[in-house]
């Protein structure tokens, strides 16, 4: 800008936004040095505080025949400086002011003149076309600001779109996982919060997300509130109460009252949908920024709320999707259940009892809930060969034959080949084909020994045991529990894992008992 203001013969000083301190021409041209008298600075000091405060300051006198261009210098569009040209008539060489003013930097007027005569050429000063041709170069400087502010605010939303993307990314793994909902949409909610600039962001889900549990009805908020959350949730309800508007408005301002008014800022309202239905809102508000410009809500910010709230509506799908196949499970988990049960009804409810043992025996041993699942599925299913196993065998009550009892030990290899074509049962299968392997190596289909039999089979094979003695038989009685647990800690080491028996006998039976009882007002038989 130096160099363009020299060209037009016009010296430069720079005013401070902040300070409104005046910088001194570096460079005033022969005979200019009289621009740097204390009442020249004063001058351009006083005028400086007016064109500050305007958007387009105009060229004006600040002396008589001595005239001023002002510009602005902006950076990030706030202004930082006022670049002020100063050129002279003809005419100001005769007015007091100038000799004062040489006198006073201890310039003789006459050299100044001179000086100036062939610098800015007294007479020559043209103010409209200078004023235009500042002008100019100002608008050029602001077009330079402008492109560095563009690339500024470009990178800036670089940086934000790949923190958005990278944050969707995040969220839409998480939302593979389907066992927690009630803690991933808080979680989603935090994650968001410092990746965008609203000081807020909440969800709430309607009564119609039934598979939701925890979080059906209940509003979920990150970041702070300018009200108290009852009063958000009450106009978050009012207003958005799980209707479906066709002629959904995206971005509420506060004068459209509801939840925007609430909050005295624009609101970012987005519906959560699931087959055409709508289950939850999210909204987002009170956007943080340095501007009314950086107030707004920005086209990239929506596009990113509106992705999130597509993800959640996937996400309740998903879970809906899971909650049905895991209802399909359980049901078909029964019905093997029952089927055995019907072959002999003395062992009505053995496989509940034993699923109930096993899992308890899994949690005491710190396994993780979703092993303790399995573990208790597997018992439901354990002995589903014995479908396979002809009923008069199964309820015989005498003393088996060899080939009888080959036939028994036949049924954890039956109960194999009839669940390992369900994908969902793969982690329960050790369970079904290893609950009568022993620890000694002893036990069947594979004499398997030690560790070298899964875990699951081998707490399956307490369980068992401990529910078959404990069960009246067509050829005994039940056993007192006393006497069973002596004769699994008895065990240990031989027909049980050494690790598990100890810990198995230090179960509570309560549960266990009451299942017991429940069993037999069922079947009308004493356990
Ligand atoms: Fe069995």
């Given at each position: 800008m130096a160099d363009d203001c020299r060209e037009l013969r016009l010296a430069l000083w720079y005013v401070d936004a902040q300070t409104s301190g005046v910088i001194e021409p570096a460079d005033v041209g022969p005979g200019g040095q009289w621009l740097r008298s204390a009442s020249q600075r004063d001058q351009i000091e006083h005028h400086a505080k007016g064109w500050l405060s305007e958007a387009q300051p105009k060229p004006c006198q600040i002396q008589p025949g001595c005239w001023a261009f002002p510009a602005l210098a902006l950076r990030n569009r706030r202004v930082t400086a006022v670049i002020v040209g100063v050129t002279l008539e003809a005419s100001a060489f005769d007015q007091p002011w100038f000799g004062a003013s040489c006198r006073e930097a201890g310039v003789d007027p006459a050299s100044a003149r001179s000086g100036l005569a062939t610098y800015t050429g007294p007479g020559k000063a043209d103010v409209p076309l200078l004023s235009a041709a500042l002008r100019q170069i100002e608008r050029d400087h602001a077009q330079t600001d402008l492109d560095a502010v563009a690339i500024d605010q470009f990178s800036e939303q670089l940086l934000d779109s790949y923190e958005q993307t990278n944050l969707l990314f995040r969220l839409a793994r998480a939302m593979n996982g389907l066992d927690n909902p009630e803690d991933l949409i808080p979680t989603c909610c935090n994650q968001m919060l410092p990746v965008l600039p609203f000081k807020w962001i909440a969800v709430k889900f309607w009564d119609n997300a039934r598979d939701l549990k925890g979080l059906t009805n209940r509003l979920v908020v990150a970041g702070d509130l300018p009200c108290t959350t009852e009063t958000f949730h009450g106009a978050v309800t009012e207003q958005f109460g799980g209707r479906r508007q066709q002629d959904w408005t995206r971005l509420l301002d506060p004068s459209s009252g509801g939840v925007p008014e609430l909050v005295g800022s624009e609101v970012v309202v987005d519906q959560i949908i699931h087959d055409d239905e709508v289950v939850g809102v999210l909204l987002a508000g009170n956007k943080v920024g340095n501007s009314p410009m950086e107030s707004d809500v920005s086209s990239g910010e929506m596009l990113f709320l509106e992705a999130t709230s597509n993800l959640m509506g996937v996400f309740h799908e998903n879970i809906a999707r899971f909650t049905e196949q895991r209802e399909l499970f359980t049901g078909t988990v029964r019905a093997l259940t029952s089927s055995i049960d019907a072959k002999d009804e003395y062992t009505r409810g053995h496989s509940e009892r034993v699923a109930y043992l096993g899992a308890r025996l899994a949690q005491a041993l710190g396994l993780d809930a979703q092993i303790v699942e399995q573990v208790h599925t597997a018992g439901l299913v354990h002995d589903v060969g014995k479908i396979g196993i002809p009923e008069d065998?199964?309820?015989?009550?005498?003393?088996?034959?060899?080939?009888e009892f080959g036939q028994i030990k036949r049924h954890p290899g039956i109960g194999y080949e009839i669940l390992k074509g369900i994908p969902a049962m793969k982690p329960m299968l050790p369970g079904v084909l290893y609950h009568h392997e022993r620890w000694d190596g002893n036990?069947?289909?594979?004499?398997?020994?030690?560790?070298?039999?899964?875990?699951?089979?081998?707490?399956?094979?307490?369980?068992?045991?401990?529910?078959?003695?404990?069960?009246?038989?067509?050829?005994?009685?039940?056993?007192?529990?006393?006497?069973v647990l002596d004769e699994i800690t008895r065990c240990a080491g031989t027909q049980f894992d050494p690790r598990l028996a100890p810990l198995f006998v230090t179960l509570n039976f309560d549960g266990y008992d009451q299942m017991v009882q429940e069993h037999q007002a069922l079947s009308g038989f004493a356990a």
């Open positions: 065998v199964l309820r015989k009550t005498g003393r088996l034959t060899d080939e036990g069947y289909p594979e004499k398997l020994k030690g560790e070298g039999i899964p875990l699951i089979g081998r707490i399956l094979a307490c369980a068992d045991t401990f529910d078959a003695m404990s069960s009246t038989r067509s050829y005994r009685p039940a056993l007192p529990h006393q006497a």
